[in-house]
Structure formats: structure tokens, C-alpha cells
């Protein structure tokens, strides 16, 4: 349940942020995770409501953003969509593939006052 | 309170650091195992309405004054900073530092506990063990004459690499020190979390099925040598060596691959071979 983990450091930003730029609450939280990354949408809702319990982020809606699976494959030499790690390539089928986009985590945006 | 580790910090130990455990418990203080050093900011006590703060500094009547705050930053970006100075610490030391990732029972230990036996005559080597619970695994490896420090993460399903650095404060190993990083054993969690290592070395064994990388992608794709474990075994259970190797390459078609057995001792040599190779990286790089 690495999740949890993910969702205190999703804490950890909202709070550091909300000292820089001077928020005490946060409404909305816009969480880009992509197709390939290490992580479960679901999961990490349930996570990130019992973390945010009592802090800046009580009672934030999650909005979760999923960026695509992209990846190169070396013998198309060019980049084709993907939706998981064990998926071949779309146009050859081959599996010499290297992730190029959708494995990102990262807090996008806030919504605060 | 730890960033990355939801067990949050007082989850974690890390042997030899000093600690308040006592021989008895107190359910009325130190229920509170992790700091704050953060305040927590709330609306303002005294009641008063503060308008003109909303985007772009002005009140839109009818509109709450919230604004939206870009902030673009990596949820691991603290523990991939952390990471980070590890990493530069171990290239500092030339130590070769190789995180071992596996479900549990792959026979991690027994490899380590033999590979640490094999070679602690040539180099020095140091393993940091990491467990829910127990120092066990450590006691293990302090047997062979090793240098080993147990991290207990408690609930947590995972190394972090602060965990990694204070380890290392611990451990303070010598120059050039072989390093073995011992995961918790999990084929998922593990995965994202940079502990500052060279490579991760995935162990699986043959007793678990070779589709086990199709299952567990992220830690193969993550991995850079795969090690098949319990090759001994092999005459006594349907699992076939060439289909794991594909299956393996089809999450990462980069993934080094060797097969061994950790009891008989079967294809060692090619490991110690490949652990070479690498620590000559580690020193060159330092040099």
C-alpha cells in the first residue's frame, strides 16, 4: 500500500505550499497520474481522505487527471501510445519499447483560500 | 513526520539509533510518534473576513475568495532528493550500493547470506536489511562476519530513502564497501522508490511461476539484473527459464538476466562476475 505513501507526500507539498504562498485551506487538489505510473487511482483516493483528516486539506475533492501512456519503439524509431507496461507495440506488435511520457506523479494544481 | 513513508517516521527503525522504548509501556504519553514541524495554518481565529485575495487579488461578489495555485512538483520529488544525496554519498565512498527487490521467500537472504560469506574476503561489505519486523534477516548476516544493520519500517511496505540515510549514519562504512540494500520483500511497493542505488536486482525463484514479471511490471521494468533463484529446483517444478527471460524483456527489453543457486552454489561465479563489473564503475566514477 505504497499509496499511503504517496498521499503523505501529496500532504507534505499542500502544507510546504501553504506556508510559501500563504493558504490555510485547500479546496481542490489536481493530481496528474499517469497510464504507467506506480500508482492506483483508487487507492490512492481512499489514502489521500484518511491523511488529509485535520489538516489544511480536510474535505478536499481529489481530482485526478490521467496523462496517456507513451513509449519509443526502437523499431518503429517512433512513439506510440501504450496503456501498460506489458502492452506491445500498437503498430508492430514487437515489445523493444521505452516509456516516454505517463509515468509522471505529480500535484498539478490547487484550488485554495 | 516522515514525507514518504505512510507508516509516518516512528514506524521506522533503524537498530543502534538512539530510541525512548522503555521496559514497560505508557498508554498516557509519547502517543505521538511523529513530529510536526509544520504548522497547521486554519482561518483566521479572530474572525475576520479577508476579501481581495482571490485570483488576481480582487473580490468578484458572489464568488468565494479561493485561487488557483499552480504548483507542477513530483509527489516523490522529496524522497528523489533524498535519494539523490545518498547517491552522491555512495559515488563519494566508491561504494557500491545494489538494491535487492523480491517477493518474500525468493531466497534473498541465502543469497546475500552466501554472497556476503564468498566475498567478505576480498572487499569490505555492508548490508542494510529491510523487514516489517525482527531483526532476524540481520542476525542472519552478522553471523557471516558482515557488517548489518536492520531498518524495521513497521507498517510500512517499503524502504525510503531516508530510511537508506539513516542507515548509513549507522553503518558508516568504509571506502570502496560493497553494499547490499535488502528490500522489504514486495514485488510491488518497492518499485518506486529510489533508495540512491546503482541497481535494483530483482530475485525471483523458480518456484514462483514465470509470469511473474507480467504481473509485477513496474519492479521488472525498474529492475536492471534479474536473478532466477533456486535453480536447483528446477528438475522438480514446471517452470520454464526461456518464457520467464521473455516475459521479463517484454516489460524491459534491457533487463540482464542470470540464473543461480543460492544452496548449491550453481552459477555464483557469473554473479561475483557481474557484481565486479559494477563496483569497477562505482570506483571509476569516483576517481
Known sequence: MHEMSLAEGVLQILQDQGQAQNFSQVKTVWLELGELSHVDPDAIRFCFDAVTQDSIAQGAKLEIIRTPGAAWCHDCSKTVAVSSLIDPCPECAGYKLQVTGGDDMRVHELEVE | ?287
Open chain 2, 1 to 287: 513526520m516522515c514525507t514518504v513513508c505512510g507508516c509516518t517516521d516512528g514506524g521506522a527503525k533503524v537498530e543502534g539509533e538512539h530510541t525512548h522504548d522503555h521496559g514497560h509501556s505508557h498508554d498516557h504519553e509519547h502517543d505521538h510518534d511523529h513530529d510536526h514541524d509544520h504548522s497547521h495554518p486554519h482561518t483566521d481565529k479572530k474572525g475576520d473576513l479577508h476579501f481581495g485575495q482571490g485570483i488576481g487579488g480582487v473580490h468578484v461578489p458572489g464568488l468565494s475568495p479561493s485561487r488557483i495555485v499552480q504548483i507542477e512538483q513530483d509527489i516523490l520529488g522529496k524522497n528523489d532528493h533524498l535519494a539523490q544525496h545518498n547517491r552522491d554519498r555512495f559515488l563519494g565512498l566508491g561504494i557500491l550500493a545494489l538494491n535487492l527487490v523480491s517477493s518474500p521467500g525468493s531466497g534473498k537472504t541465502t543469497l546475500l547470506t552466501r554472497t556476503a560469506s564468498d566475498l567478505a574476503k576480498s572487499m569490505p561489505i555492508a548490508v542494510i536489511e529491510g523487514d516489517q519486523q525482527t531483526a532476524l534477516d540481520a542476525d542472519r548476516i552478522r553471523a557471516t562476519g558482515v557488517q548489518a544493520i536492520q531498518v524495521n519500517t513497521g507498517k510500512g511496505c517499503h524502504l525510503d530513502a531516508d530510511m537508506v540515510r539513516r542507515a548509513m549514519d549507522a553503518l558508516d562504512p568504509e571506502q570502496n564497501t560493497l553494499l547490499f540494500i535488502e528490500n522489504v520483500g514486495n514485488l510491488v511497493c518497492p518499485a518506486a522508490f529510489d533508495l540512491g542505488e546503482a541497481a535494483k536486482v530483482a530475485i525471483l525463484s523458480v518456484t514462483e511461476g514465470e509470469d511473474k514479471p507480467l504481473k509485477y511490471p513496474d519492479m521488472f521494468k525498474a529492475a536492471t539484473l534479474m536473478i532466477i533463484n533456486k535453480s536447483d529446483l528446477l528438475p522438480y517444478v514446471p517452470f520454464d527459464v526461456a518464457v520467464c527471460i521473455e516475459n521479463a524483456r517484454r516489460v524491459n527489453p534491457d533487463i540482464e538476466v542470470l540464473q543461480v543457486s543460492a544452496l548449491s552454489g550453481d552459477g555464483l561465479d557469473a554473479w561475483y562476475a557481474w557484481i565486479a563489473d559494477w563496483q569497477l564503475k562505482a570506483q571509476d566514477a569516483d576517481k
